[in-house]
């Protein structure tokens, strides 16, 4: 594993002081830095932030969610999740479609994915 660079210790705390985050809120990836859901749901409470959602697919084995979240500044992001036998363990495809939106949603608004941070839940979709 790689060492942080400077930059990216500067940035780690700041994210950690702004959002509240722990160590137990995180663990680094071999090339990333991977939100845990319990440090995703810190973050959307510290910022403030809204999430609505619409059920867009929900069959036996596919769900599709469509995320909106929204901060009091104004700022919103639509962005989706999905889940089926291909990139999910668990049979509960429609729940795992839910916890990938809301997680992008929530990192994509506040800026995390331009600095190489992603939620758990999108562990196995992220290029490597």
């Known amino acids: 594993m790689a060492q942080l660079t400077q930059e990216e210790k500067a940035f780690m705390n700041g994210l950690f002081n702004k959002y509240d985050l722990s160590v137990d809120d995180i663990f680094r990836h071999q090339h990333f830095v ?3 859901r319990q440090g995703v749901e810190k973050i959307m409470a510290r910022a403030e932030i809204q ?9 036996r084995d ?4 469509k995320a909106t979240a929204s901060s009091p500044q104004g700022k919103s992001v639509t962005t989706f999740g999905s889940a089926s036998p291909d990139n999910c363990r668990s049979p509960y495809f429609l729940e795992m479609a839910e916890k990938r939106a809301k997680s992008r949603s929530v990192l994509m608004l506040c800026g995390l994915y331009e600095h190489g ?3 758990e839940v999108e562990e196995a979709h992220i290029d490597r």
């Open 34 to 36: 991977i939100i845990k």
């Open 51 to 59: 999430v609505d959602y619409t059920v867009e697919a929900c069959a």
């Open 62 to 65: 596919y769900a599709a969610v």
């Open 117 to 119: 941070v992603y939620s």
